[in-house]
Nanobody
Framework: QVQLVESGGGLVQAGGSLRLSCAAS????????MAWFRQAPGKEREFVAA????????YYAESVKGRFTISRDNAKNTVYLQMNSLNPDDTAVYYC???????????????????WGQGTQVTVSS
């Protein structure tokens, strides 16, 4: 069982930056693939970024490539999402997700993750 708690969301102006954190409880954090998804009002939850177990590979949605960076600190059981050059289209609730068995290509699929955080709101003003 893994519990995930996100933090770091907030209100930022367009062009600004935020760093989200997701702290995981439970054992064997390094054996979990970790990902960030987001959900804007009236839209489906969508993939943002993922980091394979042990952090070997990273994957990004085209819409955030070059602006967002996912990283993990296995010693702290934490995964991060550094978000730069934010724009109003990035406004959403951001969710952290974890799963032991997911790999490419299904690492980008919402339904493949067993564990989810409660979400943190990111609002980008124009």
């Amino acid at each position: 069982q893994v519990q995930l708690v996100e933090s770091g969301g907030g209100l930022v102006q367009a062009g600004g930056s935020l760093r989200l954190s997701c702290a995981a409880s439970g054992r064997a954090f390094s054996t979990y693939a970790m990902a960030w998804f987001r959900q804007a009002p009236g839209k489906e939850r969508e993939f943002v970024a993922a980091n394979s177990w042990r952090g070997g590979r990273t994957y990004y949605a085209e819409s955030v490539k070059g602006r967002f960076t996912i990283s993990r600190d296995n010693a702290k059981n934490t995964v991060y999402l550094q978000m730069n050059s934010l724009n109003p289209d990035d406004t959403a609730v951001y969710y952290c997700a974890a799963d032991q068995g997911v790999t490419w290509p299904t690492i980008v699929v919402v339904t493949k993750y067993d564990y989810w955080g409660q979400g943190t709101q990111v609002t980008v003003s124009s």
